[in-house]
Nanobody, 120 residues
Framework: QVRLVESGGGLVQPGGSLRLSCVAS????????MGWYRQAPGKERELVAA???????HYADFVQGRFTISRDNAKNTGYLQMNSLKPEDTAVYYC??????????????WGQGTRVTVSS
């Protein structure tokens, strides 16, 4: 069984920073891509950032240089450094990993989410 566990969320003032972590565990053969999504109350889940196993990175437009995604392949861990946080960044942040447990097909797995609240 594969598990993704996020951590690092919490309450932060506007302009503050948080670092989210996502650890993938279980019978993992390889991780193709890791991504961070978020879902604010009443809104659909949206992509924040994604990184491939080759290091290619994509950010949503609203990131505007404030967030940095990274990963440690040896540890099956992904990170999202969030700086200059705004109240509109308030959401539950979910980790996603597209990975293989055998040599056949890759599947998407999701973490349980970590809540980020940006408020004064």
């Amino acid at each position: 069984q594969v598990r993704l566990v996020e951590s690092g969320g919490g309450l932060v003032q506007p302009g503050g920073s948080l670092r989210l972590s996502c650890v993938a565990s279980g019978s993992i053969l390889s991780i193709n891509a890791m991504g961070w999504y978020r879902q604010a109350p009443g809104k659909e889940r949206e992509l924040v950032a994604a990184i491939t196993n080759g290091g290619r990175i994509h950010y949503a437009d609203f990131v505007q240089g404030r967030f940095t995604i990274s990963r440690d392949n040896a540890k099956n861990t992904g990170y999202l450094q969030m700086n200059s946080l705004k109240p509109e960044d308030t959401a539950v942040y979910y980790c996603n990993a597209n990975l293989k447990t055998d040599w056949r097909t890759a599947y998407d797995y999701w973490g349980q989410g970590t809540r980020v609240t940006v408020s004064s």
